[in-house]
């Protein structure tokens, strides 16, 4: 580990759990990436959180094949809507989600 590196803190290891129940309830491994990258983007400082400017500031280096990914898991959520609000905030929140959009 360099000077600058910083062993990740309780609240690090707890959002990486977080993104790793997201990317799985994502029910397939090549979402995992940028599922995770986009919601690490949504945290990112910066006033603009649409997915270019996200994928900019994660990949600096590569941001059109970062935004071509970020752009699918948002336009395409091919997954169950179910699976990823029992993810989200577990039963509770699924149903009162669930409760909201019959209403």
Not at 6 to 30: T, W
Not at 37 to 43: A, I, K, M
Not at 58 to 66: C, D, E, I
């Amino acid at each position: 580990m360099s000077a600058h590196c910083v062993a990740p803190g309780a609240q690090a290891k707890r959002f990486a759990a977080y993104l790793d129940r997201l990317a799985q309830a994502a029910e397939h491994a090549d979402r995992a990436t940028p599922l995770k990258s986009y919601c690490t983007g949504l945290l990112l400082p910066g006033e603009r959180k649409s997915v270019e400017p996200m994928a900019a500031r994660l990949y600096p280096n590569n941001v059109r094949q970062a935004h071509q990914s970020m752009h699918h898991i948002v336009a395409d959520a091919a997954w169950s809507d179910e699976d990823m609000l029992q993810a989200v905030g577990g039963p509770m929140f699924c149903r009162r989600w669930s409760k909201r959009d019959r209403s």
